[in-house]
T-cell receptor, first 109, second 113 residues
């Protein structure tokens, strides 16, 4: 059974810091890995999708990497801003999408 | 494009009542999914569909039924609501051509008293 773990559970940083969110998964037989953002009381917004054959994807200040053999992904956020405050969810898709519990990020101004 | 929409946004039910949640997508996606999100439990898959007329069970299907009579719609039914079904319900859709990237609706907040 696929299990997805996200570390840390919560993170508070001052504005401008670069930060890394971690995601690990137990079964490397995946089609893709997706990072989402969720604001309080809202739905999920897809940030980045990494196919199993890819090593990384970039969108603006966000960069996500995937190491399928070790079962790890990282989401790198450059020059963090207060507007980045949200819960970040990692999910892996094998025959279904399995989510981690998320990292709650707070960026202080 | 509206993307994925869900109706209603909020609902309060009494134990034993029934209701149907509607999910609609205008992206012509083959796959559709229903999840529930609970504090401390994360997002869990209830049921999913790989095409019109097909449905399959996910991780937590008990107490729910689904139907996909049209490609763009995926309905989630609660026949006899229980307090344990108090949750936020999300619908999502995807298609193989986009690497199964999932697009989520805004959610339905359901309270069963």
């Amino acid at each position: 059974k696929q299990e997805v773990t996200q570390i840390p559970a919560a993170l508070s940083v001052p504005e401008g810091e670069n930060l890394v969110l971690n995601c690990s998964f137990t079964d490397s037989a995946i089609y893709n890995l997706q990072w989402f953002r969720q604001d309080p009381g809202k739905g999920l917004t897809s940030l980045l999708l990494i196919q199993s054959s890819q090593r990384e994807q970039t969108s603006g200040r966000l960069n996500a990497s995937l190491d399928k053999s070790s079962g790890r992904s990282t989401l790198y956020i450059a020059a963090s801003q207060p507007g980045d405050s949200a819960t970040y969810l990692c999910a892996v898709f094998g025959n279904k999408l399995v989510f981690g519990a998320g990292t709650i990020l707070r960026v202080k101004s | 494009n509206a993307g994925v929409t869900q109706t209603p946004k909020f609902r309060v039910l009494k134990t034993g009542q029934s209701m149907t949640l509607l999910c609609a997508q205008d992206m012509n996606h083959e796959y559709m999914y229903w999840y529930r999100q609970d504090p401390g439990m994360g997002l869990r898959l209830i049921h999913y569909s790989v095409g019109e007329g097909t449905t399959a069970k996910g991780e937590v299907p008990d107490g729910y039924n689904v139907s996909r009579l049209k490609k763009q719609n995926f309905l989630l039914g609660l026949e006899s609501a229980a307090p344990s079904q108090t949750s936020v319900y999300f619908c999502a859709s995807s298609y193989k051509g986009a690497g199964y990237e999932q697009y989520f609706g805004p959610g339905t907040r359901l309270t069963v008293t």
